[in-house]
């Protein structure tokens, strides 16, 4: 009955329709399988190649457009993009395949096609795809390893091909079914054209839509969005000294009472903000089968099981983190109350050997970062267990991540599964892509009410308030400025939960009628003032004054 041939075009459009019916279904089982049982996810192996290759301005300015959403977004591209080479290997197996059958007047596909189309894709995948992305041979280089990345690209692969054949040949017959009388009817003619303009149209608004929603971002951004903006005029910078001394003494206020709009002084664990390089999920490690080893340039390597690194002494302490990429007056800066065994238990515990410069962290989802052996051998570097009293979230990196006070966000690695001591440099996942490796925070202060654009009432009382951090600096004044800087008043501060969390201040205000910019800044303990100058956050963290414009009517 299918004594059929097909021109070359129709048998690729074909053959690429169901490469991406049965794309789709692979991909999404794919992440199914990454999700669930450690399997490859070809879209993040190809995201930690591509920001590696992209220079670190034009991730900037990636971050910037598209703001903290960039990886999402470079998920949902490279999906989709993923999907449409299913479909491409489809139209073309087709070609190749159909073409040959041809002459035995056949346009179906058999099975044995397909399993043959699933190892050419394993091949080409295992062998070209992972090695060019750096993942390695059959994923070697990954942490899930080469078991896991040649079963779970079988699976996939296998599933694809036979679904392709399938729907293929469902497709074939179908066509051939309604070409029975040879001819196309016009009705028939007529609906198959109206079909590929709809999914023309379909395709053009998809894309229409995605250019429009960047644009959009762009702009809303570019004009000061949710970050606020950050301010140094020419009067601010002119009257800049870098240093008060002695330092001021904190004006803490015993009762402090926290206002409306302020941040919480400890941020809850589903309140902690959540940053990660995982495009699409973060590694869910089964504390069971987890081992921390502690091993490299020392005299006694070992690794230790959860229990074994829970039995070992505790310490509690408040820090706050800060993320480089956060934004002056961003929200990507939390405080906590940790709980963990010091990294300095562990290091003597395994004899570091003399020579020895550096301490390396890596993780289960293949990150890894670096600090200096002293930072390393503080006593407030933990190896963390517990968050605001509870088990670390996945989120945060349970069963165990570190706390390096101090420096930037990206240092305190979550999920971590090694620490290995060296004598020589290392460069980490982010510093291969242009980022600060010391990282030491950028004191910052950050006004979180009035918000932007708050239209206030005139002669009412409010506040003025929001928090500082310093990292290990403390904050010894805060002050905010209504004209530009010529003037300055002091805030108020609430004694900080520890010389390691941010501070909270807020100042009385009772404003006349008028426009105003709230501008704030503050002091650390050695009398040091946060620097107006504005950077970016690309590459040793944001700087310049946080800012906020209200009206009063
Ligand atoms: N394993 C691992 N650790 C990581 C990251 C990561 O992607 N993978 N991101 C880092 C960055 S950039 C930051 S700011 C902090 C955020 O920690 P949090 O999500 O608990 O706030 O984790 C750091 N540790
Ligand atoms: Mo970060």
Known sequence: MQDFVFSRRRRFGIGFLAGLIAGIVASGLMLLLNVTLNGVSLPQVLSSALTQLIPPSGFDFLFRTVGSNAKHYLFYGIFVGQCLVFALCGGLCNLLVAGRAKEKGHEQLGWLSGVMLAVVLWLATGLLFLPLTQAGVFGSLLTIGVFNTMLSLAVVGLVFSLLFVYIQNWLVLRVVRKQAGNELSEREALRMYERRTILRRGIIALG???????????????????????????????????????????????????????????????????????????????????????????????????????????????????????????????????????????????????????????????????????????????????????????????????????????????????????????????????????????????????????????????????????????????????????????????????????????????????SYTIIVRAVDLKGKVQAPYLAPPLPDGSSGYHSVDVTVS
């Open 208 to 514: 229409a839509g995605i250019v429009g929603v960047l644009g959009w971002r762009f702009i809303s951004q570019g004009l000061g969005g949710s970050a606020g903006s950050a301010s140094s005029s020419g009067s601010i910078i002119q009257d800049y000294k870098s240093q008060i001394s002695p330092p001021p003494t904190p004006n803490y206020d015993p009762n402090f009472a926290s206002v409306s709009g302020l941040s919480p002084e400890v941020t809850s664990n589903d309140q902690y903000y959540v940053v990660s390089k995982n495009v699409f999920s973060d590694p869910s490690v089964d504390a069971a089968g987890w081992h921390l080893t502690v091993d490299g340039e020392v005299e006694h390597p070992f690794s230790v099981s959860y229990n074994e690194l829970l039995a070992m002494p505790m310490q509690k302490q408040y820090e706050s983190m800060m993320c480089i990429s956060n934004e002056v007056g961003g929200q990507y800066m939390s405080n906590g109350l940790w709980e963990g065994v010091r990294l300095e238990t562990l290091l003597n515990r395994a004899g570091v050997k003399a020579g020895a410069t550096k301490v390396v962290l890596y993780a289960a989802d293949d990150y890894s970062d670096s600090i200096h052996l002293a930072k390393a051998l503080e006593p407030t570097t933990l190896v963390a267990v517990h968050m605001n009293g509870q088990k670390l979230p996945q989120g945060h990196g349970y069963p165990a991540r570190l706390l390096v006070p101090g420096i930037y966000g990206m240092k305190h690695v979550k999920w971590v599964t090694h620490i290995q001591v060296i004598d020589t440099d290392f460069r980490g996942y982010w510093q291969q892509r242009g980022w600060s490796d010391a990282a030491p925070i950028r004191m910052t202060s950050r006004i979180d009410t009035p918000l932007p654009g708050t239209a206030l009432t005139a002669e009412k009382p409010t506040y003025i308030a929001g928090v500082a951090f310093s990292g290990n600096q403390g904050i010894s004044e805060v002050d905010v400025s209504l004209d530009n800087g010529q003037t300055w008043q002091r805030a108020m501060l609430k004694k900080p939960l520890s010389a390691l969390s941010w501070v909270l201040w807020q100042l009385p205000w009772t404003p006349s009628k008028g």
